[in-house]
């Protein structure tokens, strides 16, 4: 007995929580009683946290896609002169798979990025959702020159300490981007942010016969002629792993260490389009989906009242949980919601009821046999497991096809099906928890047999 409520103790935290998060960004209550007019304003507080030295901030926004949100809409053409017949395709293909890397360090949510032959024309279509600066943006994708590390001409010399004077100083020193291994932001004792290098075998020999002979000196991250970064030396640096520390903010830190691992483009790509699309459309559609969705649950809802009766009505309790855990998860996550995404979301609320759907008919059949109503909840869920979990199995195994996590070039690649199976897992995820625990708890709290 005080198992259970310890139990039940830890789920309306928990409970409590997920409305929490669920909560609108913004919410304003305005309603007269009487003569007393009565006024609410509600923001969602934002996680704005240190901890262990480290700066944590999480806002618990609804994410919308390109469709939904509007964004920008940019078409590149790629320069394949220089490239063989034999070696475009997989030259355009990993020119699109450097850019799609690049768009989600940025920090954009479900790009959709794809390759589009016209003509004779090799072209990348990048769809932006949400996104404000777009300079920015193209910047950051069009970024074509080799990484590398540059040192004063002269050893000898005076050392360059302003920027146009280390580059009319500076020579290459033949450690360029394909010897770093990963760049990460770090943070310092004191909680500023810096960012560490990690080099391979090779690079690590280089960088520490380099940093060796310029103790005191700058050594410069290059990017197409364009200085990253001119930390200066303070010692000889060995195994391979450095730190570039500064006065950063933590986002040009962020910006730094996404250019260093960002490379080069396998070809020079020029921008020809850029269309901005407004949210008006897709505020329309958003509109329709959601008096679509609450039509549907009306139904479903409708049904397994009518049919099975008060287990039904614990059957949409359990649904209500479900969309309200789904939720949360969208938004901790976060997921870029689209009306793929959405139309996933909705086909796994039918599977959250095909799952109470089998429980109900497998507990009245064990009471048909004889059994009585705690044995019937027992026998019923035990049996009842295996079909859920084989249906749910398949489709979750659709989902990993659909997603394609590891971009293979025979499953689809697009940022819209990807919404559709990321959406469509965490739903049959979510259903298959609410279905099995949640909804056999609510049996035991709330129901009683006749």
Do not use: C
């Not at 998860?329 to 997921?335: A, E, R």
């Amino acid at each position: 007995m005080k198992t259970n409520k310890i139990g039940l103790g830890i789920f309306l935290l928990l409970f409590l929580f997920i409305i929490y998060i669920d909560l609108p960004q913004k919410l304003n209550i305005n309603f007269s009683l009487g003569k007393k007019k009565i006024s609410y304003s509600f923001t969602h507080p934002n996680i704005d946290v240190k901890l262990f030295g480290k700066s944590i901030k999480k806002s618990f926004n609804t994410q919308l896609g390109l469709d939904l949100k509007g964004g920008s809409h940019l078409v590149f053409e790629a320069d394949m002169k220089n490239v063989s017949k034999a070696d475009r395709l997989d030259a355009l293909v990993s020119t699109r798979d450097t850019i799609e890397r690049r768009v989600n360090l940025f920090g954009v949510s479900e790009p959709n990025i794809q390759t589009l032959k016209v003509g004779n024309s090799d072209r990348i279509v990048v769809d932006l959702p949400g996104i404000t600066n777009i300079a920015e943006a193209v910047a950051l994708i069009g970024q074509t020159a080799q990484l590398d590390f540059r040192e004063q001409a002269s050893l000898e010399a005076k050392i360059a300490t302003t920027t146009p004077l280390f580059l009319q100083m500076s020579k290459r020193t033949g450690l360029t981007g394909k010897y770093v291994k990963r760049s990460v932001v770090q943070f310092d004792q004191t909680g500023k942010p810096s960012v560490g290098l990690e080099f391979n075998g090779e690079g690590a020999k280089m960088f520490e016969v380099i940093t060796g002979r310029n103790v005191g000196r700058p050594v410069a991250i290059f990017l197409d002629d364009f200085p990253l970064s001119i930390p200066t030396v303070q010692q000889q640096i060995t195994g391979g792993e450095a730190i570039i520390t500064g006065e950063f903010s933590l986002d040009e830190a962020k910006k730094l260490s996404i250019a260093i691992n960002s490379g080069a483009l396998p070809v020079s790509i020029q921008l020809i389009e850029q269309r901005n699309i407004g949210p008006s459309l897709g505020q329309d559609q958003v509109n329709k989906s959601l008096i679509a969705g609450i039509v549907g649950l009306l139904a479903v809802v409708l049904f397994m009242m009518l049919y099975y009766g008060r287990l039904g009505v614990i059957a949409t309790m359990a649904l209500i949980i479900y969309g309200l855990i789904s939720l949360a998860i969208f938004k901790i996550i976060p997921i870029v919601l689209t009306l793929p995404g959405i139309a996933g979301f909705i086909l796994s609320i039918g599977m959250a009821v095909d799952s109470n759907i089998l429980i109900f008919e497998r507990i009245k059949e064990e009471q048909r046999r004889g059994n009585d109503f705690n044995s019937a909840i027992r026998w019923g869920f035990g049996r009842a497991i295996d079909a859920i979990k084989d249906a749910n199995i398949t489709t979750l195994l659709v989902a990993f096809i659909l997603f394609n996590p590891l971009n293979w070039d025979i499953f689809p690649q697009f940022g819209l099906i990807k919404g559709f199976a990321l959406t469509l897992f965490i739903g049959v995820m979510t259903s298959l928890f609410t279905g099995v625990f949640i909804t056999k708890r609510l049996i035991y709290l709330f129901y009683k047999p006749k």
